[in-house]
């Protein structure tokens, strides 16, 4: 365990250097998967559920997905583009679990022009992630885990690769309710660049609180984002809050505010519950369907969808 804080806390010195550059790409990345997650602000990494969308924010959570999920999942976004994803969980012994997992962002059909705006025809869009990632059950209370990615941009005759990894570590004290999940998301670099300019991944340092309570169908979450960067002035811009409320064993109904997305989305009274997010799921015998609104860029809103399947 001594040697995943080392390898963590490298990575955030990593983060700390690239999350200052201005010319990060990949920004897809940032987009949430996990209905769940973006019900409760966006970037949650610390809810204890059997949820095969949170390998995608945090690898140490696999643990607690059931052996043989597959998974697939929908984000709507702005204008004509569409995020597609998928993945399956694997257990691997006692106290292991693997997962592989890939995204597909498409920004659809592009006009192509020249220096005087004459049109040349049309283009397509698209990045890519695929991932793989191992969790490990550490001790009865801690869990670590580890993923890597490739990454690729084409648009139209540009084209571009990146190698990414992200390490995860869970604390998760189930008799007072307590879940503690420390993540260095995206450490890596760009192997090929659109133009001859190299561009620095999304790096990102979160640490996620949450809190269940016995004599109530509640849970609560603090999420500490973007925690090695240092051009968010406000300490607000930081902070995520997510609110659980469960009907039911089988039910989960979830609202979250982020602070930082409300005050980038005032743009043309665009900032109307930008901030807000609300999400709802849904466990049948083996499938699970979550559902989540958000809103991540000025020009729409998102609805994101998630089916999972246990073989």
């Known amino acids: 365990m001594n040697r995943l804080f080392l390898i963590i806390s490298f990575c955030m010195v990593s983060c700390l250097v690239s999350a200052q550059k201005d ?61 597609f994803s998928a993945s399956f969980v694997k257990q691997a012994g006692e106290r292991g679990s693997w997962a592989l997992g890939a995204m597909v962002l498409n920004y659809g059909e592009m006009h192509e022009t020249n220096e005087d705006f004459e049109e040349l025809g049309t283009f397509s869009a698209n990045d890519i992630n695929i991932q793989g990632g191992y969790s490990y059950l550490l001790s009865d209370k801690w869990s670590g885990g580890v993923q890597a990615k490739v990454l690729m941009s084409n648009y139209g005759e540009f084209s571009s690769v990146a190698l990414g990894v992200d390490l995860g570590l869970n604390y998760y004290d189930e008799d007072h309710g307590w879940s503690i999940g420390l993540v260095a998301q995206n450490v890596g670099g760009q192997v090929k660049a659109l133009h001859e300019t190299h561009e620095s991944l999304p790096c990102n340092v979160v640490l996620g609180i949450s809190k269940d309570f016995n004599n109530a169908p509640l849970r609560v979450s603090l999420t500490f984002d973007k925690l090695t960067s240092w051009k968010y002035k406000k300490p607000k811009h930081h902070i995520t809050l997510g609110l659980d409320i469960f009907p039911s064993d089988a039910t989960w109904v979830a609202v979250g505010y982020n602070p930082l997305r409300a005050d980038e989305m005032k743009v043309a009274d665009s900032s109307k519950w930008a901030g807000l997010s609300l999400g709802a799921g849904l466990a049948v015998k083996k499938f699970k369907v979550g559902v989540a609104y958000g809103k991540y860029h000025v020009s729409s809103s998102s609805l994101l969808a998630n089916l999972s399947y246990t073989f």
């Open 23 to 83: 010319d990060t790409g990949y920004e897809f990345l940032r987009i949430p998967t996990s209905a769940h997650s973006a019900a409760l602000g966006g970037n949650n990494v610390s809810i204890i559920e059997d949820d095969a969308t949170m390998f995608f924010t945090n690898p140490a959570l696999m643990c607690n997905v059931s052996d043989k999920t597959l998974n697939f999942n929908y984000t709507s976004y702005m204008a004509s583009s569409n995020k």
